[in-house]
């Protein structure tokens, strides 16, 4: 395993691999890695020659300045976790590396998708992330890139931005890593104690819940019976949406072929996702 802290350390490298006819993989993390990300990584050494792991905890897609600071930094384990799975580089760059003087993003035309669920509640939080993979595929340059499909509404922003740069990557998702109860795997779940890992479970069972609504109610009713049930839990809801896969457009009478269940919930001061397909 090599760890890059600057780019053109990395950029050297990646040049020797591309020498080769390499092909590349590329898992953008933001650190704290669990098995989420080692699935991920998993994946990449399966099909790509050389796998970039990138540690970069990005401040642009963050909506506020306490979830910037509290966000966990494990550098030190995240090396470790890494070096047991390859011959990997892992790039954990400087924020000058990443959006240097010379930026020339723009605010980016991502068709409203990026203003429903996680984008109405956090203005901006797309534009962030958008942003920073824009930067990071350019510098790195794969052939593929890995992301997981807990941040469902991520990956259809990336593929968004991805065709529309015209960037010759294929965007791959991965299935969301859960523990053994249920509960999907998350660099945040480190910041809640016992008794909220239990109480987070109601994400996960109203998930299961509302897959047995689907066949006998319309997407509005089964919405109105999933709240219901999730507000017998202790988190305070922020949405859960029901929306076709592709468009993300929200579902009211008809149910699409690829009806998805969005959901977003504060557990303490912690925001935790969700997602499943129906
Ligand atoms: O999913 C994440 O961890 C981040 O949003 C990403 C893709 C690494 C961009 O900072």
């Known amino acids: 395993m090599q760890i890059f802290q600057d ?9 020797e691999i591309k020498a080769e006819e390499k092909s590349i993989g590329f898992v953008p993390t933001m650190g704290a890695l ?36 509290k966000y966990p930094r494990t550098l030190e384990a995240d090396i470790a976790l890494l070096k047991k799975e390859g011959d990997i580089f892992v790039f954990a760059p400087a924020v000058s590396d990443i959006y240097p003087e010379e930026d020339l993003f ?70 969301i890593e859960r523990a053994p109860n249920g509960l999907a795997l998350s660099s945040r779940n480190l910041r809640l104690t016992e008794s909220q890992k239990e109480d987070a479970l109601i994400l996960f069972q109203t998930l299961e ?40 457009e929200a579902l009211d009478q008809n149910w699409s072929a690829d009806s998805t269940c969005c959901i977003a919930a504060f557990c303490g001061e912690v925001r935790l996702i969700d997602t499943t397909p129906l």
């Not at 699935?39 to 910037?68: C, E, H």
């Open 106 to 175: 723009a605010p980016f035309d991502l068709e409203g998708i990026d203003l429903v669920m996680e984008g109405k509640f956090r203005p901006g939080h797309f534009q962030g992330v958008v942003h920073v993979v824009r930067n990071l595929f350019l510098i790195v340059q794969p052939q593929k890139a890995f992301f997981g499909l807990k941040d469902f509404q991520q990956v259809a922003v990336i593929r968004l931005m991805t065709k529309k740069l015209s960037l010759p990557i294929e965007i791959i998702a991965c299935a």
């Open 34 to 69: 669990h098995d989420g990300h080692i699935a991920l990584v998993r994946s990449a050494l399966r099909v790509t020659d050389k796998v970039v792991v990138s540690i970069f905890v990005n401040p642009t897609q963050f909506n506020t300045a306490s979830d910037l600071d």
């Open 7 to 15: 780019k053109q350390s990395l950029l050297q490298a990646l040049q």
């Open 209 to 248: 819940f509302l897959k047995k609504l689907t066949r006998d109610f319309s997407p509005a009713v089964s919405r109105e019976k999933a709240i219901e049930f999730f507000k017998k839990g202790k988190l305070e809801l922020e949405y859960l949406e029901l929306v076709s896969g592709e468009t993300l």
